[in-house]
């Protein structure tokens, strides 16, 4: 699977380092669908900080929020795969997080009378999640999406940079591009997935015509 502008080396590394802590929550009974449940709503909570305009409690929460999405994964390989429906929680889930974010960031900039953020953050949501909705259509007529340069676990990295640099350097400007930068990967992403899909597609066609 890409992870986009993401180093696969840094997405495999942290799933590694969680395994551990997977088993562990594993052996205290603690399921896959709770945490995933803990971490949306983490998530949820660093989204209406960064809304406060306070950057870093805001990246801390989120931070947690991040390890939670990802160590879910790694409990559900843990607990024997997963089910269909942990599957479906995580993916509804994520969407709910993905909008949090993106709401906190347009209440910020609302209310900094910055309107470059706050349709950055709009327009990232909307294009973020025409982003999965692709690969998800893709996933039900047989073929994939995974490509592009702004996947999740990309489109996640960036804005925790972003807010990142604001909190600890106090440099306002880089989270507003973090948010802008997302945005425009994410329709990139958009195109690139859609054009993947009609080769794939197409291919298929001709094959069955042979």
């Known amino acids: 699977m890409s992870h986009g502008l993401m180093p696969n080396v840094v997405a495999e590394g942290t799933r ?3 395994a551990p802590v997977a088993r562990g929550l594993h052996r205290f009974g603690i399921s896959a669908n709770a945490v995933t449940v803990v971490g949306v709503l983490v ?19 989120l931070l947690a929020g991040a390890l939670a999405d990802t160590l879910d994964g790694q ?16 993916s509804t889930l994520d969407r709910v997080s993905d909008a949090a974010l ?42 994939t999406a995974t490509v592009g340069l702004m996947p999740r676990e990309a489109r996640l990295t960036i804005l925790l940079i972003g807010i990142g640099v604001w909190g600890v350097f106090e440099v306002y400007p880089l989270v507003v591009a973090a ?32």
């Open 43 to 61: 998530t949820v909570a660093g989204s209406a900080l960064l809304g406060a305009a306070r950057p870093l409690p805001a990246l801390v929460v």
């Open 75 to 90: 409990l559900a390989k843990v607990s024997g795969g997963g089910t269909r429906f942990g599957a479906f929680l995580d």
């Open 179 to 210: 948010f802008a930068a997302v945005a425009l990967l994410s329709v990139i992403t958009l195109f690139q997935r859609i054009a993947f899909v009609a080769r794939e597609l197409n291919n298929r066609n001709k094959e069955g015509i042979r």
């Open 16 to 18: 590694l380092t969680l």
């Open 102 to 143: 993106a709401a906190g960031a347009a209440a910020l900039g609302a209310s900094l009378g910055d309107p470059v953020l706050f349709w950055a953050a709009l327009g990232g949501l909307v294009a973020s999640f025409l982003v999965s909705y692709v690969r998800a259509k893709a996933e039900s007529m047989g073929t």
